[in-house]
């Protein structure tokens, strides 16, 4: 489980990190993966994306449970640079939740817009995305967008297709920001390839369809959140679990 070249090249997080996860809901590191960890992370994708479907379905599929079937990925549940970022954003305590593959072959749909849940009652409970896009995004090619302050509503199962209007429609009123009340607006992001974003769960966002021409969108995400509530997006088996107590110690644990 050890593997500890580093992923990140140099950064800092800084007051403004912290105020602008706060108030956006999400902040974007371009060119934070290092070159060494993008070609592994491409390799180690590229390697779960062939698993045939017969061994990678069932109740276990290959991209929910992604480290689960590929020793990098597995390595980095737990990587100082990791867990020093999740750190950053969770404080103290923290649990890994999930590892799921984002892999996006060209004509990949995208996603329609979500919210994902966590700590409704108590909004103390952080919860937050950890995107490697490895070989990054145009905003209309797979790309992320967000409502900046849509987080702070801490709405679930809202879902609509990947068009605004929709979403507007589906997410009702309240469509200003609680702490600047600013109007919401979408945020359609650029991603160069190594970026790394955050984001706090409940941030409202969709991914652009991937285009025909292009390639594929090598991205992982892994979600770490503070303990205190069971949690539906946690992802992993319980073999997995038993494997890393030593290695992992309360990392993996539930609560
Ligand atoms: O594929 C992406 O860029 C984002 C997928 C997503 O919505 C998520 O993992 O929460
Ligand atoms: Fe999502």
Same mark, same amino acid.
């Given at each position: 489980?050890?593997?500890?070249?580093?992923?990140?090249?140099?950064?800092?997080?800084?007051?403004?990190?912290?105020?602008?996860?706060?108030?956006?809901?999400?902040?974007?590191?371009?060119? $934070?993966?290092? +070159?060494?960890?993008?070609?592994?992370?491409?390799?180690?994708?590229?390697?779960?994306?062939?698993?045939?479907?017969?061994?990678?379905?069932?109740?276990?599929?290959? %991209?929910?449970?992604?480290?689960?079937?590929?020793? #990098? =990925?597995?390595? $980095?549940?737990?990587?100082?640079?990791?867990?020093?970022?999740?750190?950053?954003?969770?404080?103290?305590?923290?649990? #890994?939740?999930?590892?799921?593959?984002?892999?996006?072959?060209? /004509?990949?749909? /995208?996603?329609?817009?979500?919210?994902?849940?966590?700590?409704?009652?108590?909004? %103390?409970?952080?919860?937050?995305?950890?995107?490697?896009?490895?070989?990054?995004?145009?905003?209309?090619?797979?790309?992320?967008?967000?409502?900046?302050? +849509?987080? =702070?509503?801490?709405?679930?199962?809202?879902?609509?297709?990947?068009?605004?209007?929709?979403?507007?429609?589906?997410?009702?009123?309240?469509?200003?920001?609680?702490?600047? /009340?600013?109007?919401?607006?979408?945020?359609?992001?650029?991603?160069?390839?190594?970026?790394?974003?955050?984001?706090?769960?409940?941030?409202?966002?969709? @991914?652009?369809?991937?285009?025909? +021409?292009?390639?594929?969108?090598?991205?992982? @995400? #892994?979600? #770490?959140?503070?303990?205190?509530?069971?949690?539906?997006?946690?992802?992993? +088996?319980?073999?997995?679990?038993?494997?890393?107590?030593?290695?992992? /110690?309360?990392?993996?644990?539930?609560?």
């Amino acid at each position: 489980m050890n593997d500890s070249r580093p992923i990140f090249n140099d950064y800092e997080w800084t007051d403004t990190h912290r105020q602008q996860m706060d108030r956006d809901g999400h902040i974007v590191f371009p060119d $934070l993966l290092t +070159s060494g960890a993008q070609r592994q992370l491409t390799e180690s994708l590229a390697r779960i994306h062939v698993i045939p479907r017969s061994e990678g379905q069932g109740p276990k599929p290959t %991209n929910m449970y992604a480290a689960e079937y590929e020793e #990098y =990925l597995e390595s $980095l549940i737990a990587h100082p640079q990791m867990l020093e970022l999740a750190h950053h954003v969770l404080g103290d305590n923290l649990r #890994y939740d999930h590892c799921v593959s984002l892999i996006r072959p060209s /004509g990949n749909k /995208g996603s329609g817009w979500h919210t994902h849940g966590y700590g409704e009652v108590d909004p %103390n409970l952080g919860f937050v995305r950890v995107f490697f896009y490895v070989n990054g995004f145009e905003p209309d090619d797979g790309g992320l967008k967000a409502v900046p302050g +849509s987080h =702070l509503y801490r709405r679930i199962g809202i879902r609509s297709s990947v068009d605004d209007r929709e979403m507007w429609e589906a997410w009702g009123a309240d469509r200003t920001h609680p702490e600047t /009340g600013d109007p919401m607006k979408v945020e359609n992001l650029s991603a160069p390839p190594g970026t790394v974003a955050l984001m706090w769960t409940h941030a409202l966002h969709a @991914v652009t369809p991937r285009k025909a +021409s292009s390639d594929t969108r090598w991205c992982v @995400v #892994y979600a #770490y959140r503070n303990p205190g509530e069971g949690s539906n997006a946690r992802r992993i +088996s319980f073999s997995f679990e038993q494997k890393c107590r030593e290695a992992l /110690g309360t990392l993996a644990e539930l609560y």
